[in-house]
């Protein structure tokens, strides 16, 4: 073997072992999984049924920002990674006797090596991703703030030393967030608005009204702006969930598949149901465990809640 290449992976052999073994690390999966325990609970209680993740699909999120594909052929088909399950859990909800789903759902998303250093992203993370049929936006705001306040107060109890650690002030329980609308914000401070004001935050908040994805609902009385919403975690840490109304009706889906340039040849079955007998009127969203996790322990890089590094961009030894 080259002597330079021996010397880069014992480098990075050194750096994956010290993120491996170090201390914090733990605390940080102590948090994440009093997290998730929570969230559970939290679902349970509230009556949401829960669906085991896909990792292989037909279709996919074709999300609104570009990363590398991955996908892999399989049985005559071409099957994608799951980037997330945002039109299953649309699909599961044909079942009448299901009201409410939620998916403990991993994502790979091969993001661009831009990525590497935002602290927020990793090419492949954990979100816990729910949807409601027949309820609105506001609902399913509520219903977070509620799963906020109920899994804070779980790692509070459950992990009380790793809490006074990393946040010696401690968790505060919320009221009801802010509501701010992004157009209202990039008036008031430009471009960087969600950054700018995510800093200034002591408090998560809403931001409503986001261009992306043909999935997410136009606003039929004001169209061209569009009924979803981000959770933003405050102190700088940016995102932490999106959600939204969601396209419901054939024409209306094949009309926003045409302005965001998605594969109609691609989506030709799920086109197909959305014709012959309509998708549920539904709610949702999914936060990042990992981004949860990050913000409760002010973890600066993300990269730093998982033992095993997933940077952008970059190899990893395992
Ligand atoms: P999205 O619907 O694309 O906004 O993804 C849902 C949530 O998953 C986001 O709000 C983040 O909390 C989390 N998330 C999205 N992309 C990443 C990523 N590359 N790394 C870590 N978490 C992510
Ligand atoms: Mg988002």
Known sequence: MQADLVEEIAVSLEATLAQLQSPSTVDVLQVQQAIVRAAHQFMFERGLVQLMPLMLSPITDPLNHGVVDAAISYAGSRWSLTKSMIFHKQLALLNPALEALYIVSPNVRLEFADRAFTGRHLFEFTQIDFEFRNKDGAFVRSFMEDLINYVFAAVKRDVPEVVAKYRPQS???????????????????????????????????????????????????????????????????????????????YHQILK?????????????????????????????????????????????????????SRRPGMPALF
């Open 171 to 249: 968790l505060p329980e919320f009221g009801k967030l802010d509501v701010y609308r992004t157009e209202e914000l990039e008036a008031q401070y430009g471009p960087d608005f969600e950054h700018l004001k995510s800093r200034e935050a002591t408090a998560p908040f809403w931001l409503l009204n986001h261009r992306r994805e043909f999935y997410d609902k136009e606003d039929p009385a004001q169209p061209g702006t569009y009924l979803n919403y981000d959770l933003i975690w405050p102190e700088g840490f940016g995102e932490g969930l999106s959600g939204a109304e969601r396209e419901n009706e």
């Open 256 to 308: 926003r598949m045409g302005e965001t340039g998605a594969d109609k040849e691609a989506f030709q079955h799920y086109l197909q149901v959305a014709k012959q007998q309509g998708l549920p009127y539904s709610a949702g969203a999914g936060f990042g465990v990992e981004r949860m996790a990050r913000f409760i322990c002010r973890i600066k890089d993300i990269n730093d809640v998982t033992p095993f």
